[in-house]
Nanobody, 127 residues
Framework: QVQLVESGGGLVQAGGSLRLSCAAS???????VGWFRQAPGKERAFVAR????????LYADSVKARFTISRDNAKNTVYLQMNSLKPEDTAVYFC?????????????????????WGQGTQVTVSS
């Protein structure tokens, strides 16, 4: 059972930045970590994903060029640097882990394809 702990959420003004962290109790060599977010009354949505071994990243169109996902394998930690934040970025952000690699775009962005989840951290962007 992989445990994931998010941190770094908070309140920020529009245009500001936050960095979220996701500390994993373990990682698999072929696995990946993704970030999702869920706003009130909306479904959970994919934000970004990174592979532990290759470092290959994937982003939702809504966050490209503003958010950067990275990882520190020595610390089993994944980061989400969020810049130029907008009020519509307000949500609970979750990190999730896939134990093994996925080969299709759908399986990399679909929340049902993730095996483990953190408890979430609130990000609020004021206008």
């Amino acid at each position: 059972q992989v445990q994931l702990v998010e941190s770094g959420g908070g309140l920020v003004q529009a245009g500001g930045s936050l960095r979220l962290s996701c500390a994993a109790s373990e990682r698999t060599s072929s696995g990946a970590v993704g970030w999702f977010r869920q706003a009130p009354g909306k479904e959970r949505a994919f934000v970004a994903r990174i592979s532990w071994n290759t470092g290959i990243t994937l982003y939702a169109d809504s966050v490209k060029a503003r958010f950067t996902i990275s990882r520190d394998n020595a610390k089993n930690t994944v980061y989400l640097q969020m810049n130029s934040l907008k009020p519509e970025d307000t949500a609970v952000y979750f990190c999730a882990a896939q134990r093994y690699s996925r080969s299709t775009y759908y399986s990399r962005v679909n929340s049902a394809e993730y095996d483990y989840w953190g408890q979430g951290t609130q990000v609020t962007v004021s206008s």
